[in-house]
DNA sequence: TGTTAGCACTCAACAGCATCGAGTGCTAAC
DNA sequence: GTTAGCACTCGATGCTGTTGAGTGCTAACA
């Protein structure tokens, strides 16, 4: 049995309904609808097809039907009409992202607030992996006896800062003049090049050979596991409470406990280098705490690399149309915040 | 009527069992218990004298008694007898405290899931008031045309930046050159000394004005409204639904919706200099949605002042006792990590 | 005079049962 | 191919009786 135009209608009404309402629809429901000119008989029968098709299924005997995984994936792959956000809207998201700090986090952290406020799910991003990141400026800060601040300007901006330590009795302007050698043969090289380039100033180093080692070390560390907790951000932890599917407090603690692993988070957004939209859809997600979640991700850039994530995390009923608009409109949003940073 | 010992008795059997099971407790449970050596008959009689009092409530006729606002005020006032930690426990808090960077708001972060993985309740530190901090170094470092990070190092460690405007053209030399007469200016001042100090600066100005008078706004702003939401942090937000008095989702949503407000949180938080442990139990904390649950707050130092605030949030029925010395002895640890700073 | 046993009483929680209604599948007529 | 009609299913709702934990009161006891 193949899907004919009525099947494809109906079982878009079905959708779109279940997605408002989270209730099983019955025929008599659909067949109201506008545009669909059939009676509720009628309707029964293609939705026994679609049922036995697998895109519907019946909670028990006299309940309405409900989408399946299945019919959820034909949707987000055929079925649905992208809408438009409102010029007002974009305006709206614009002006919170762009209103913060040139900090990388400081601008992740407003984009997960304005990507939950917009979509009132629960948002995630991942901050730019470092190797696709350019460094401007190296400096290191004094801050105890034998304690610098690393600071790296990239690119993107400032990067999170780290703490490493420094022979006895350095002095600030000694740090400076490391700070000023390190910058000199870092700037403008992509993080992927730094061990070439420290190799160099280790051979004909003026300068303290141990301290350029760990300064090396921090710099590599941070570039390949992809750095420490706070470069997952979650926005709107609690907007998933509002959803009925969340009505039972031990499922709401379950999704909260998968919010605070940002390991997870991190594989859970993973995805190939491509800019295109992402949508899985219930267990495509591999994670049995999120069977009924649908997780939707997008890239954004840093100059010219595919570069981070970000997410969306919702019920799987969730209004993927306003979603993927709202994920495609702050990718962008955020790419040119981060790159084309003055 | 007067409370006579045996009220005290019966009255701290009740509290005891109900922060245990939450559960409104009877007279037979009383009586069976070690060290009360009536009958369930005699303990209704004390009951119904202390619901007379206000110390007790009656949830409905046949049910037991629950402890009143009240009587959980008399028992951490008067009745509750400390319990120590463990060494153990002890140890092991310490430990993950202190295997974190320097950076302030790490330490304050990790602290915060120490304290809420120590109580299984909500924790809540308000980072240090920087008026109560010394600098120890002042470092701009140049971001991109116009602007500069500024890294504020006290003897706390290191303060949360800021990114500041500085002149067109300004090299990364020149801004050195400002860094260390800012240093040299304003090394172990307190961050109340430093409008004096830059007055001073000011007036010999050797190096733009304009700069100098940014960078004083930037920390004098810093320094009067209490920074930015990062310097109130939440641990464990989740706790809260593990217990009964949440496990209806609206209040749980209430909950975390005031979790989310720092603004708020910094308002529950603040407290009197004195470094006692403040116990604010039901209504007594001013806010409706947080009307069944207790705020116990204790104070850290850095230096010589007493400086920020930590917290734990739970229902009313807590478990005072260890609630209490966990923050006693996180307030010590806190302090001496920010203090010893080496 | 304070303590306790006994007993009638209260009331939430729970299980059982009938009712209701939204929704279905099937059949027959259009 | 479409639809009206009808019997059927089953969760939700509400009513009822039962159970049991717990109380208050009274009277007996030490």
């Given at each position: 049995?193949?899907?004919?135009?009525?099947?494809?209608?109906?079982?878009?009404?079905?959708?779109?309904?279940?997605?408002?309402?989270?209730?099983?629809?019955?025929?008599?429901?659909?067949?109201?609808?506008?545009?669909?000119?059939?009676?509720?008989?009628?309707?029964?029968?293609?939705?026994?097809?679609?049922?036995?098709?697998?895109?519907?299924?019946?909670?028990?005997?006299?309940?309405?039907?409900?989408?399946?995984?299945?019919?959820?994936?034909?949707?987000?792959?055929?079925?649905?009409?992208?809408?438009?956000?409102?010029?007002?809207?974009?305006?709206?998201?614009?002006?919170?992202?762009?209103?913060?700090?040139?900090?990388?986090?400081?601008?992740?952290?407003?984009?997960?607030?304005?990507?939950?406020?917009?979509?009132?799910?629960?948002?995630?991003i991942v901050a730019p992996k470092l190797s696709t990141l350019?460094?401007?400026?190296?400096?290191?800060?004094?801050?105890?006896?034998?304690?610098?601040?690393?600071?790296?300007?990239?690119?993107a901006?400032?990067?999170?800062?780290?703490?490493?330590?420094?022979?006895?009795?350095?002095?600030?302007?000694?740090?400076?003049?490391?700070?000023?050698?390190?910058?000199?043969?870092?700037?403008?090289?992509p993080l992927e090049?730094?061990?070439?380039?420290?190799?160099?100033?280790?051979?004909?180093?003026?300068?303290?050979?141990?301290?350029?080692?760990?300064?090396?070390?921090?710099?590599?560390?941070?570039?390949e596991?992809g750095?420490?907790?706070?470069?997952?951000?979650?926005?709107?932890?609690?907007?998933?409470?509002?959803?009925?599917?969340?009505?039972?407090?031990?499922?709401?603690?379950?999704?909260?406990?998968?919010?605070?692993?940002?390991?997870?988070?991190r594989k859970?957004l993973s995805r190939d280098g491509s800019m295109e939209i992402s949508i899985r859809?219930?267990?495509?997600?591999?994670?049995?705490?999120?069977?009924?979640?649908?997780?939707?991700t997008a890239s954004y850039r840093v100059g010219d690399h595919s570069s981070g994530t970000l997410g969306?995390?919702?019920?799987?009923?969730?209004?993927?149309?306003?979603?993927?608009?709202?994920l495609e409109?702050?990718g962008r949003?955020l790419s040119?915040?981060l790159s084309?940073?003055?």
């Open positions: 049995m193949q899907l004919d135009e009525r099947k494809y209608l109906i079982l878009q009404a079905i959708i779109d309904d279940y997605i408002l309402t989270a209730m099983p629809v019955g025929s008599r429901t659909i067949s109201r609808k506008s545009g669909v000119g059939y009676s509720p008989a009628t309707i029964r029968n293609e939705m026994s097809d679609l049922e036995e098709l697998g895109y519907l299924d019946q909670p028990h005997t006299s309940a309405g039907r409900v989408p399946s995984n299945k019919a959820y994936r034909l949707y987000v792959d055929h079925l649905m009409k992208t809408v438009k956000l409102t010029s007002d809207e974009r305006e709206r998201m614009q002006d919170h992202l762009v209103a913060k700090s040139k900090q990388v986090e400081g601008v992740i952290r407003s984009a997960a607030g304005v990507l939950s406020d917009a979509t009132k799910y629960t948002s995630v350019r460094i401007k400026h190296v400096q290191l800060v004094p801050v105890a006896d034998r304690l610098a601040l690393m600071v790296i300007v990239t690119n901006g400032i990067v999170k800062d780290a703490v490493i330590s420094v022979p006895e009795g350095m002095t600030a302007d000694e740090l400076y003049a490391v700070s000023r050698t390190l910058t000199e043969k870092l700037a403008d090289k090049a730094v061990r070439q380039a420290f190799a160099e100033l280790l051979r004909n180093a003026e300068y303290n050979r141990k301290l350029l080692g760990e300064t090396l070390q921090v710099i590599e560390k941070r570039l596991a750095g420490d907790a706070s470069d997952v951000i979650v926005g709107g932890p609690a907007n998933m409470l509002e959803y009925p599917e969340y009505s039972d407090v031990s499922k709401a603690r379950n999704f909260l406990a998968v919010l605070e692993s940002k390991d997870t988070l859970l859809i219930g267990p495509e997600n591999q994670l049995p705490a999120l069977n009924d979640c649908s997780i939707v969306i995390i919702g019920p799987t009923r969730m209004n993927y149309n306003r979603v993927i608009s709202v409109f702050m949003a040119d915040v084309e940073y003055r």
